[in-house]
Every structure is written in structure tokens, then in C-alpha cells.
């Protein structure tokens, strides 16, 4: 047990940041907490670097409105302080940036312009923790991200 101890204050030495993992439930429970209007069984997965939101949502047009399920894949780009950036790669069946606009443009956690999702992280608990520094490097590792947040 010590030796994981001082492993990991060796490490923080090194780097001079933390390394927390956020998996997919993390992301999905955030996105719940934004209460996301007129989307339902919404899913949360990371595969091949990307973050994958499913999904129901409503779409109206000409006075009808039609449930459709919708896949959206988000290909981080960079982080900014304590924000993750993601880039809209793909979205089934529709990609119009007003249904990403209004699904997903939830300030101040979520925010979406031209086809980029903000993220902050201060939304997590995990993230919150740690009152100081912002985002350093973010890697893809077994399906979920690890990202070192310090000075």
C-alpha cells in the first residue's frame, strides 16, 4: 500500500498533475443532470476515441412532430482550462446544426457552436475535487479518457 502511495506522489512529482479517469457513465450522468428537453434513452459510449451519445428525440416539421433515434459521434479536439472540446463528426439520420444546437447548447456545462461541444468539466464531482489547474493532456485508454489535470 505504501508503495502505491509514494508511486503515485512520485508521479505527481513528475508531471506536476493528476490523472483522473472518466468513463462513459460519467459523461451519460452529466448529460442527465443538463435535463437534455425532447431527448430520451440517452446512452453514453467511448469507442475508437469517441465519445458516442444515443438516443430518442422529437423532431417537428411542417406542424408534425416524429420520434426518431439518432447516434451522434464526438471526436475530441483540444481542452481549454477546465473544458473538453469535441468535434461533431457524424450524427444518423439528421445533421442539421439547429437539431445539435437545441438538443445540446445547455450553458453552462454544454455548449454548442459550429459544430463543437464544450464540456466542463467542473460539472464532475471528480473534477471538482481538485480546486486548482486546468487540463494537460487528455489520452484514450481502455474506453474511457484519462485526463491530467494541473499546473
Known amino acids: 500500500m505504501f508503495d502505491q502511495l509514494k508511486a503515485g506522489f512520485m508521479d505527481f512529482k513528475e508531471k506536476k498533475a493528476v490523472d483522473l479517469p472518466l468513463n462513459a457513465s460519467v459523461f451519460e450522468k452529466i448529460l442527465e443532470r443538463q435535463s437534455i428537453e425532447d ?3 440517452l446512452q453514453v459510449k467511448i469507442e475508437e476515441g469517441l465519445l458516442i451519445l444515443e438516443g430518442d428525440t422529437k423532431v417537428k416539421k411542417y406542424g408534425l412532430s416524429k420520434n426518431i433515434h439518432f447516434t451522434l459521434s464526438l471526436k475530441p479536439v ?9 468535434e461533431v463528426k457524424k450524427m444518423k439520420p439528421l445533421d442539421f446544426s439547429t437539431v445539435h444546437k437545441k438538443i445540446f447548447h445547455k450553458p453552462p456545462v454544454v455548449t454548442y457552436d459550429e459544430r463543437v461541444i464544450q464540456i466542463d468539466l467542473n460539472a464532475f464531482d471528480k473534477v471538482k475535487a481538485i480546486p486548482i489547474g486546468h487540463i494537460k493532456e487528455i ?3 481502455d474506453e474511457q479518457f484519462i485526463v491530467s489535470i494541473g499546473l
Not at 483540444?78 to 469535441?86: D, N, P, Q, S, V
Open 139 to 141: 489520452a484514450i485508454q
Open 39 to 41: 431527448v430520451e434513452n
Open 78 to 86: 483540444h481542452a481549454e482550462g477546465r473544458a473538453l472540446h469535441f
